[in-house]
């Protein structure tokens, strides 16, 4: 039976806490060894280098740490691993969903065995906290455990129908498309690049690979994992390089029968159209919110304090489900804000190998600029105010690295309305604040935006909660969560899905519906 790994959670109700600091302690001084090595591009089962040389990733913690070197490659390397993706596809295919189940069990084992290591390695490459990355690892077990539970559950999803004569004998069968295309991102660097990897690889897809150009070392591992789990060679291909080359050849290639993205609207609104210009293919894509959280007057204030602060600020707000936005009843507003104030000027920012650190950087030097631009809008804008916070973090231990405060600002009824940082996605540490009146108003401006991934609500009120889960748009909500009022979903509790301009398909990953998108229905008949 599926079980979550929450490998922190499970520690720490067996008093056992210490034990992981321990354990993460040593991986990170394995970690530093393996700093600065070169790593290839897998094709076909083969280590493949470009033709155009490798780049440095750098840590954000530090840019004078390399995490490795990893390859230029070019819309030739692309190419070369669409048609590895294409040969492999027949024997995979055919190859029982029982065995391929089996495959992906041992590949979460694997992981499971490692996890330490790649947490901290995680740590260096995008500069997640201990906690933060150990979480981002979990759920990449996760997800290999409930596609491979689902899978089976599904029985390879073939299904018998209905008749209308006796010697009729029907059944609907779920097949898979052929060659899937995976660009996965920075944020959740083995997480997100796992649960969309097994999604389409699991079910009989050949997979093409594309990590963040900020984050292609957890993808290598992903892909040694699957490797040595057993996955034959040609399923798993993956190919680093740009955007405009790798990503490009990814989208536009015609041997591609889908793509999976993780990513910024912009980008996969964009590669949407573009696949879709000769024929219809599944496109299957996360991309973003503007999440909010709706406090109201009966709400228990410290609970709403802290579960906003967490979903702000965990990650430098460098989350698509972050909370980005708070609309605040007026009758409880000044109150509330103190106890957010309190709360998040006592957050530790810098190296995030540290044990007491809750912000490391931001992931590069754009989004330190993105950063510094909306501040100083902030402060341009009317009806607005910075509570706390708005300066990067540039002296000292500071200098050589992306590290930046985490930030609130008020707006005034007056100007909520109109104010641009309300409505578009920043992907930084800064949150916006605004009262309503009525709870109808509040729910109203959670969906005045083009995004619908997540929200929330803090209120004692059945009815109000009622109220929020009929009326907001958004593919994943919760009432009263501390632990994070927009984030942290579970695989196989929360599915993640996203509305509007969050997601392309209405299902959501680690939930029931997930895997069926890379699948395609044939009915087959016959007759004694």
């Not at 969903?97 to 084992?109: D, H, I, M």
């Not at 992903?222 to 190919?239: D, M, S, T, W």
Request: charged share 25%; aromatic share 10%.
């Amino acid at each position: 039976m599926y079980q979550n790994e929450n490998t922190l959670g499970k520690l720490r109700l067996e008093n056992r806490e210490e034990e992981f600091h321990a354990s993460y302690e040593k991986a990170l001084d394995e970690a530093r060894k393996k700093l600065g090595k070169t790593y290839p591009m897998i094709i076909g089962g083969r280590e493949v280098a470009s033709s155009e040389g490798t780049f440095a990733d750098a840590s954000p913690i530090d840019t004078d740490i390399i995490v490795g070197h990893f390859q230029k490659g070019t819309r030739e390397d692309a190419k070369n691993a669409i048609q590895a993706a294409k040969q492999a596809f027949g024997s995979w295919s055919d190859t029982p969903y029982q065995k391929r189940v089996s495959l992906y069990r041992r590949a979460a084992e694997l992981m499971s065995s490692s996890k330490f290591l790649l947490a901290a390695e995680m740590t260096f490459e995008n500069g997640k906290n201990r906690f933060e990355a150990i979480a981002d690892v979990d759920e990449g077990i996760d997800f290999l455990r409930y596609y491979a539970e689902e899978l089976e559950r599904n029985k390879g999803f073939e299904v018998p129908l209905g008749r209308v004569t006796p010697n009729e004998h029907a059944r609907s069968v779920l097949k898979p498309y052929g060659v899937w295309s995976v660009i996965a991102p920075f944020n959740f660097p083995l997480a997100i690049a796992t649960g969309m990897s097994a999604g389409a690889s699991i079910t009989g897809n050949t997979i093409v690979l594309k990590p963040a150009s900020d984050t292609p070392l957890l993808s290598y591992e992903l892909c040694k994992i699957l490797e040595g789990a057993g996955v034959p060679k040609g399923v798993v291909n993956y190919v680093t390089g740009s955007g405009p080359t790798v990503g490009a050849e990814l989208t536009e290639n015609p041997d591609v029968s889908g793509v999976v993205f993780t990513g910024s609207w912009d980008v996969g609104s964009r590669s949407f159209l573009e696949f879709q210009n000769e024929q219809p293919r599944p496109f299957i894509a996360e991309m973003g919110g503007k999440n909010a959280t709706i406090v109201t007057p009966s709400a228990d204030l410290d609970k709403a304090a802290e579960g906003i602060m967490r979903a702000a600020f965990g990650f430098d707000g460098q989350k698509c489900s972050a909370c980005s936005r708070v609309y605040v009843h007026d009758s409880v507003k000044d109150k509330f804000i103190s106890k957010l104030l309190e709360r998040t000027t006592k957050l530790k920012v810098g190296d995030p190998t540290e044990r007491d650190t809750f912000l490391g950087p931001v992931i590069n030097k754009n989004a330190l600029n993105s950063y510094v631009e909306y501040i100083e809008e902030a402060k341009r804008a009317a009806g607005t105010k910075i509570l706390t916070g708005g300066r990067a973090l540039t002296d000292g231990k500071f200098s050589k690295g992306y590290y930046v405060e985490p930030t609130i600002y008020l707006v005034d009824e007056t100007h909520k309305g109109d104010n641009r940082l309300l409505k578009r996605e920043l992907f930084v540490p800064i949150l916006g604040i605004a009262p309503y009146h009525e709870l109808k108003d509040a729910i109203r401006e959670f969906n005045s935006v083009s995004y619908g991934l997540t929200g929330g609500i803090f209120t004692n009120d059945k009815a109000e909660v009622d109220e929020f889960f009929k009326s907001a748009e958004g593919g994943v909500l919760y009432a009263n969560r501390v632990s994070g009022s927009t984030t942290g979903a579970m695989v196989g509790v929360q599915s993640f899905v996203g509305w509007k301009r969050s997601g392309s398909s209405g299902k959501g990953a680690g939930g029931p519906y997930y895997l069926q998108q890379f699948m395609r229905e044939q009915t087959q008949t016959f007759y004694d």
